[in-house]
């Protein structure tokens, strides 16, 4: 499996999901962005309709694909003391159990 790469754009306020990520939780229609701030962890979860916000992803083959998030990234910044605007990527581990990709904030680096 390639490596699942989450690339947090502060400037144009969007998360940008890379092929990997989308491979690894099986191309799904819907995810759920979920954050803990106190252990600096994001995950990407997989998810039906049916849950709580789901945020809908294109049915057309894509290699990445960007989802907008501007409070949760200005959420982000506030709690990882980025006092910029740098695009930052953030390595991520997949959870199987879980069926989720955890992107560990503490690692995230310089674009």
Known sequence: MNEMI???DMKDELFILDEAT???LNRPKQVQLLINTQQ?????R???AGDDEPIFLPDTP???T???GRKILMNIRKN???NDKATRVCPGTYLANHRA????LSKARLA
């Not at 600096?40 to 990407?44: A, D, F, I, W």
């Not at 990709?101 to 560990?104: A, H, N, R, S, T």
């Open 22 to 24: 989308l491979n690894a």
């Open 6 to 8: 989450l690339t947090l």
């Open 46 to 48: 997989a998810c039906s």
């Open 80 to 82: 990882m003391g980025w």
């Open 40 to 44: 600096r962890k994001l995950v990407l």
């Open 62 to 64: 894509i290699i990445s």
């Open 101 to 104: 990709v955890c992107f560990d």
């Open 66 to 68: 960007e989802i907008s």
